[in-house]
């Protein structure tokens, strides 16, 4: 079962105009069992302004930054930087771990150990991880690019668990830009079963 949630234009400017994130029923509904749910085109920063976009995986809603220091967000994005609900970032038990060579939809557990929580300029999913910035040199030049066979594993602000992975930084999901009007980028696409028994598990 797959769970696509699509962010439209109309939202982004409309959280612009007041200066806060998207209201938390523009993102649909969360799910209550471990289904695989498709976020797309969440905001992260695109305006440049500094501030981050938070994230429930456990409802699948964006969360007011009033409550930044609540348990009520697992993830916050800006630009290429992920929080989660632990550490520096937040009151919470959440935390994170990047995983590399494996497939997504076969991952059915994630590991009991290797779990990192937010530390001062070193989050617990850190970015050269799961993405290459090609550079002026690389083709194409200044883009970011999604690591292949990496999942991170998330553990939420209540201390259970969701595998998620990155398909896209630029608006309309594409996976390499191409320069396209409107491919803007500041945009995550990313896929996530999240696991409300609590469990690692995801078979």
Known sequence: MLIAVFITSLVFLTACGDNENPAASDYGTGSESAAEILVQDLPADPERTGTFTYFSLRDNTVVSSTNAQTDQWDLAFKSTSILTNSGVSGP???????LSGVDFDDLSELPASGW??????????????WYTYTG?????????????????????????????????????????????????ARFYTFRYVFQPDGSRQFD
């Open 136 to 184: 002026s040199e690389g083709r194409p030049p200044h883009a970011i690019l999604m690591n292949p066979g990496v999942v991170l594993g998330v553990r939420t602000a209540d201390g259970r668990y969701a595998k998620m992975q990155i398909v896209s930084y630029y608006k309309g999901g594409a996976s390499v830009p191409t320069g396209a009007e409107g491919e803007l």
């Open 116 to 129: 990192q929580t937010d530390a001062s300029g070193l989050p617990a999913m850190a970015h050269s991880a």
């Open 92 to 98: 919470s038990q959440g935390g994170g771990l990047v």
